[in-house]
């Protein structure tokens, strides 16, 4: 055994935590210092800290950039300024991948995922890495190179099976496809272009160079004077082979070269007498804030896009925007299109987007889902306690007068907050500070005057009979989606349908259950057993790593709720007539929730257009949908306060007192 294999089973295989860990790193397309001190750090902290489960399932090596906007990272160097010190050079040679070119994953390897997807071939990727290197290496004996093209990596896999040969044209097809221009490299290209300055393109790459230029092509690179390929030529960048052909073509001296690499574009333009510029690949930059325990392919697609759109270097955006972007639009995504899925399977005719989190939802359904049958169901804790006063007292008076009793809250506010002021005057005990030593008091009042409480809410019920009919009128199911978290929203609105005799079955929709922490976990477990109820990211019965870790008490669901958010006011009820009555809208968050929802929908934007051509990749697994926020959650002190802590939300069943989500990080 050679010392090599020896040494990788001491390191690696000997222990399991270890070795998978190290695997799923090595994917990352990291270089080997890399892999070698993450290696080291492995074993140090398996055999000297003594830490064997080496961070368990669903804990990230990762954390969010928090110190400002991530795309600060990239941000500086405009485009025009660039394109200006290149214009002094004789000529300009660019790299294409990660260069001119992205491809929407954060490895390139990636692609052939696809590829085997839709080939229907088991394990393809690795297969065709494996066989890519077997040809290098075949090449390199018989000729003294390592430079092969994907014909040649083909047919030496049809040597092993004939049904590999069908996936060449699927990846290709796949590169053609999904593969975009890098927007900060156009913009320079465009303008050395437009000053006529000579232009190349080089590549260390197996693609061929016909098809090199048609993808050139497709995403705006024109006007070049040649394309190198190595493949081609038979050398290459990395041996510097490529750059010696460059100047023996163009004859000159004062050339620029662009690129990602800093071995081979960087160092070797460098020692072969060109200029060299370096722009970092995207995907280098983002990874250390990507989570790194999503499923590989979304996983890889979803770093890919947030990536490229954070760290192409041409916006420092805002970075509630990017919250929106990175955090918010995936789950958003994910979501509509398991809601999608549901409403088929249960035969529903419409779906109701709960306010106010249901806003951001319904833009999206509707954009991938047109004339599905949405409606957005204006709807709030306030308005649903007192509506099903009759039929569920003890709801009522939970979450009036029992969640407040350790809140500083005073019987007066109560009042107010049920809409019961009439009801105040003749409440001996007066203006008294509400305890759970004392909370009965209050309760036993209400007990009391069950039938003037009924009658005080009269109007409020004839008027949402009246705005329920207008919106369930010719539904016979309807599914109700919220976000969370014990489903009251659609209980309540399934119980009034029920009360008031219309004729529509009401199916429940969350995003998360009430969390393991909660004083009551089992709240919608029965409802969800027997499919009355649906969770997409977390319950009990499924993704418990999420349950077990998702923590209302950290102020988790508030965070979550931002994901989505409304700038609209809150449902306070409504009139006699049918029309809603808000409260006050929370102070200052209008901006904040544009920002949020301009990042949510670009990134669904972004992400649908680049595969739409590969529509099972919008199957997004509540685990991956829930990723990014788990990432900002583990660091939630550092992350949530910089990013949300200004922001304004309200906790309580009632129309104020509104408190800074600051207040919630723990």
């Known amino acids: 055994m050679s010392i090599k294999k020896k040494l990788y089973g001491v390191l690696v295989s000997r222990k399991a935590p270890i070795r998978k860990q190290y695997t799923e790193y090595k994917k990352s397309g990291a270089s080997m210092l890399k892999r070698g001190l993450y290696l080291f750090k492995l074993n140090f902290s398996y055999y000297v800290l003594g830490n064997k489960n080496l961070y368990g399932f669903g804990k990230n090596n990762t954390k969010p950039y928090s110190k400002a906007a991530e795309s600060s990272l990239s941000f500086g160097e405009p485009p025009e300024a660039l394109a200006e010190k290149l214009s002094g050079f004789d000529a300009v040679s660019f790299d294409i991948f990660d260069t001119l070119i992205y491809r929407p994953f954060a490895a390139p390897v990636d692609l052939f995922h696809i590829a085997g997807a839709k080939a229907g071939l088991l394990d393809f990727a690795e297969t065709r890495e494996h066989f890519e290197r077997l040809a290098r290496e075949k090449k390199y004996s018989a000729e003294g190179t390592y430079e092969v093209n994907i014909d040649e990596i083909y047919s030496l896999m049809t040597e092993y099976g004939s049904s590999f040969r069908k996936a060449e044209k699927y990846e290709s097809e796949a590169e053609l496809e999904l593969c975009f221009a890098n927007p900060y490299m156009k913009k320079v290209w465009d303008i050395l272009k437009s000053r006529n300055v000579p232009l190349v393109i080089i590549s260390d790459m197996y693609l061929k160079k016909d098809f090199l230029e048609k993808l050139l092509a497709k995403n705006g690179y024109d006007g070049y004077r040649k394309l190198f390929v190595s ?25 620029a070269h662009v690129g990602d690499n800093k ?7 460098r020692r072969n007498g060109f200029t060299p510029f370096y722009r970092p690949a995207p995907n280098a930059v983002g990874a250390p804030y990507r989570p790194d325990k999503m499923s590989r392919i979304i996983g890889s697609a979803y770093a890919g896009i947030v990536n490229a759109k954070l760290h192409n270097g041409t916006e420092n955006l805002p970075v509630l925007y990017e919250y929106g972007y990175a955090y918010s639009g995936i789950f958003a995504l994910g979501y509509c299109v398991y809601i999608r899925r549901l409403q088929i399977m249960t035969g529903a005719d419409k779906v109701l987007f709960l306010a106010r989190d249901g806003d951001l939802l319904k833009k999206i359904y509707d954009k ?24 569920n007292m003890l709801d009522f008076i939970r979450r009036f007068v029992y969640h407040k009793s350790s809140g500083g809250y005073k019987s007066r506010q109560i009042f107010s907050d049920m809409g019961l002021e009439k009801l105040f005057p003749d409440f001996k005990q007066g203006d008294i500070k509400i305890t759970s030593e004392n909370f009965r008091l ?24 009246k705005y329920f009919s207008e919106k369930l009128r010719g539904s016979k199911k309807a599914l109700a989606v919220d976000v969370g978290w014990a489903g009251s929203g659609f209980a309540s609105i399934s119980e009034l349908a029920e009360k008031w005799g219309f004729d529509t079955d009401i199916i429940g929709v969350v995003a998360g259950t009430n969390d393991s922490f909660s004083e009551q976990p089992d709240a919608s477990e029965a409802l969800i057993q027997s499919g009355k109820l649906y969770s997409y990211c977390f319950s009990q019965r499924h993704n418990r790593h999420i349950y077990s870790v998702h923590d209302a008490v950290k102020g988790h669901n508030i965070f979550f709720e931002m994901l989505l958010g409304s700038e609209s006011a809150s449902l306070s009820g409504f009139d006699e007539n049918g029309d809603p009555v808000f409260s006050q809208p929370e102070n200052g968050n209008a901006e904040t929730v544009k920002l949020i929802h301009s990042g949510a929908l670009d990134f669904v934007n972004d992400y649908t257009s680049r595969f739409e051509k590969y529509t099972f990749m919008f199957d997004i697994s509540g685990s991956d949908a829930y990723a990014p926020f788990l990432l900002a959650a583990e660091n939630g002190k550092d992350y949530f306060e910089k990013v949300l802590g200004d922001c304004c939300y309200n906790a309580d069943v009632c129309a104020g007192n509104a408190v800074k989500l600051s207040a919630q990080i723990k």
Request: hydrophobic content about 30%; some cysteine.
């Open 442 to 465: 209050v309760e036993d009042y209400i007990t009391a005057n069950k039938d003037k409480i009924k009658e005080i809410y009269s109007p409020l019920d004839i008027g949402a009979k």
């Open 231 to 255: 493949n081609e030529e038979g050398v290459s960048k990395y041996d510097g082979g490529l750059y010696r052909a460059v100047k023996e073509y163009l004859g000159c001296t004062s050339i």
């Open 263 to 269: 071995q081979s574009d960087i160092e070797m333009s």
């Open 368 to 391: 991938l889902y047109p004339e599905s049958g949405t409606e957005y169901f204006l709807w709030s804790r306030l308005a649903a306690v007192k509506l099903c006063f009759e039929e």
